[in-house]
T-cell receptor, first 114, second 108 residues
């Protein structure tokens, strides 16, 4: 039972480099989410996808782009990384946007931008 | 701005005691409420959900909801050192909105 799988687990980038964080779920969930977690800040929503083919901005979308490749996969791209994007990134999924049964989280990607 | 507020802690309790974690939310349209446990360096794990006013018990955990006061709490009875973690409260009126988390430390 894989649930939500994220890759890579760790990454170090130089300022200005780009990268894509991968996320896939095998629970046939419709909705997927990208959060970042910083000390003392809780989980902040970057982007979400309510269903295949749709994406919307969350609370902190600047500097990021997303692609809902299919129902299983939702990727997050940093086009030009900045030190302020050093964070832990979590992907999550749910079976509906009402979140009535909560979200299932992946194991996270720890990103450092130097 | 919809908000969920928690005391960041740390909250320290002795082993065997009751730990009480509290949360308030601003969106009266929120319908579902959740408690997640997050061990250091790990991802959040759903431990309790509650949808109606009152108490919901699951083993050593009891979630309490008071919609009139916009207040959610989590009680952990017979606290164990393995309960030491950060506890995240979340409210859903659409997407989940998370609080900043309360760090709990259970001392042997």
């Amino acid at each position: 039972n894989a649930g939500v799988t994220q890759n890579p687990k760790f990454q170090v980038l130089k300022t200005g480099q780009s990268m894509t964080l991968q996320c896939a779920q095998d629970m046939n969930h419709n909705s997927m989410y990208w959060y970042r977690q910083d000390p003392g800040m809780g989980l902040r929503l970057i982007y979400y996808s309510a269903s295949e083919g749709t994406t919307d901005k969350g609370e902190v979308p600047n500097g990021y782009n997303v692609s809902r490749l299919n129902k299983r996969e939702f990727s997050l791209r940093l086009e030009s990384a900045a030190p302020s994007q050093t964070s832990v990134y979590f992907c999550a999924s749910s079976d509906n946007t009402g979140a009535s049964r909560g979200y299932t989280f992946g194991s996270g990607t720890r990103l450092t931008v130097v | 701005q919809k908000e969920v507020e928690q005391n960041s802690g740390p909250l320290s309790v002795p082993e065997g005691a009751i730990a009480s974690l509290n949360c308030t939310y601003s969106d009266r349209g929120s319908q579902s409420f959740f408690w997640y446990r997050q061990y250091s360096g790990k991802s959040p794990e759903l431990i309790m959900s509650i949808y109606s006013n009152g108490d919901k018990e699951d083993g050593r955990f009891t979630a309490q909801l008071n919609k009139a006061s916009q207040y959610v709490s989590l009680l952990i009875r017979d606290s164990q050192p393995s309960d030491s973690a950060t506890y995240l409260c979340a409210a859903a009126g659409g997407k989940l909105i998370f609080g900043q988390g309360t760090e709990l430390s259970v001392k042997p």
